[in-house]
């Protein structure tokens, strides 16, 4: 069974940063996409950005140049860098991982999730 913990959200003053963890139990990244998504009150759960099977990330328009993905395969590890946030980028932020999956840009297309991280950006 696949367990996936995030932590490091908070509240943060709008052009702040803050750096997401998400750590994985009961397997290893290295042979699936990994990937965020938000979700924020009344709305659908999106894709935030991710890290393919091959260790290449990708990110939504929406937080491209603000927003960098990276993973630490021996520590079953991957983390969000986020800066230069907005309001708009307030939400629950969940890890969720796509087994045996190159890219996971879809949340019909992930196996587990996380139980979210909160992030709220006061403007």
């Known amino acids: 069974q696949v367990q996936l913990v995030e932590s490091g959200g908070g509240l943060v003053q709008a052009g702040g940063s803050l750096k997401l963890s998400c750590v994985a139990s009961?397997?290893?990244?290295?042979?699936?996409?990994i990937s965020w998504f938000r979700q924020a009150p009344g709305k659908e759960r999106e894709f935030v950005g991710g890290s393919s099977r091959g260790g290449t990330e990708y990110y939504a328009d929406s937080v491209k140049g603000r927003f960098t993905i990276s993973r630490d395969n021996a520590k079953n590890t991957m983390y969000l860098q986020m800066n230069s946030l907005k309001p708009e980028d307030t939400a629950v932020y969940y890890c969720a991982v796509g087994l045996g999956a190159w890219i996971l840009t879809s949340a019909a297309g992930a196996d587990f999730w996380g139980q979210g991280t909160q992030v709220t950006v006061s403007s």
């Open positions: 009961g397997r290893t990244f290295s042979s699936d996409a």
